[in-house]
């Protein structure tokens, strides 16, 4: 069976960055090819309803089914997550990973990101750090709690950037995705 995933950037970031990097080489490793985005917003502010990047993804997922991967995931670090997640609730994928998720920013809530990853009906993984000001765990935990198909994996000590524990978070995502597109 063939199986792969989009990999979607962090805000501004490209198809080199390098956790998308870090992740296409370990999805690699358990044979999940890959096909890393660039939004074509990069560098400006975000379409309205983010219709230019979600168009993004499934253009990205679309090559992946013309070149006959049948097992086909969403993978999103941040914004790219968050974009992931949008597209999911519309289209859902075989899985959805989302490393990071700014679900609630302080004093900026965003009931949309809530809705979208509490409707999720594929297998979701979300890896988040348990210092991320911007996704707060127990934000994600009561989501989780009332949505069986969303896993979480906590890394202690971790920020939204996850630092020195990138390749925990990294590892934690490819191993999931592996046991779930088989």
Same mark, same amino acid.
């Given at each position: 069976?063939?199986?792969?995933a989009?990999l979607?950037?962090?805000?501004?970031?490209t198809?080199?960055?390098?956790?998308?990097r870090?992740?296409a080489?370990?999805?690699?490793?358990?044979g999940?090819?890959?096909?890393?985005?660039?939004?074509r917003?990069?560098g400006s502010?975000?379409?309205t309803?983010y219709?230019?990047?979600?168009e993004?993804l499934?253009?990205?997922r679309?090559?992946l089914?013309?070149?006959?991967?049948e097992r086909?995931?969403?993978?999103?670090?941040?914004?790219?997550? /968050?974009i992931s $997640?949008? +597209? @999911?609730e519309?289209e859902? %994928?075989?899985?959805? #990973?989302?490393?990071g998720?700014?679900i609630?920013?302080p004093?900026?809530?965003?009931? /949309?990101?809530? $809705?979208a +990853? @509490?409707?999720?009906t594929? %297998?979701t993984?979300? #890896?988040?750090?348990?210092r991320?000001?911007?996704?707060p765990?127990?934000v994600?935990? /009561?989501?989780a $709690?009332?949505?069986?198909?969303?896993?979480l994996?906590?890394?202690e000590g971790?920020g939204?950037?996850?630092?020195?524990r990138?390749a925990?978070?990294?590892?934690?995502?490819?191993?999931?995705?592996d046991?779930v597109l088989r």
């Amino acid at each position: 069976m063939r199986r792969a995933a989009v990999l979607a950037p962090g805000y501004g970031g490209t198809a080199e960055q390098p956790i998308l990097r870090e992740l296409a080489s370990a999805f690699e490793y358990f044979g999940i090819a890959s096909r890393a985005v660039t939004f074509r917003t990069r560098g400006s502010r975000p379409s309205t309803d983010y219709l230019s990047e979600i168009e993004d993804l499934r253009a990205a997922r679309d090559a992946l089914r013309r070149d006959r991967h049948e097992r086909i995931a969403l993978v999103g670090r941040s914004f790219g997550g /968050r974009i992931s $997640a949008f +597209l @999911a609730e519309r289209e859902p %994928p075989d899985a959805l #990973v989302i490393l990071g998720h700014p679900i609630a920013p302080p004093k900026r809530p965003r009931p /949309r990101d809530e $809705a979208a +990853l @509490a409707a999720t009906t594929c %297998p979701t993984l979300v #890896v988040q750090g348990d210092r991320d000001e911007l996704g707060p765990f127990a934000v994600l935990e /009561r989501i989780a $709690a009332r949505n069986p198909r969303i896993d979480l994996v906590r890394i202690e000590g971790a920020g939204h950037d996850f630092g020195t524990r990138e390749a925990e978070a990294v590892a934690a995502a490819a191993r999931w995705l592996d046991s779930v597109l088989r």
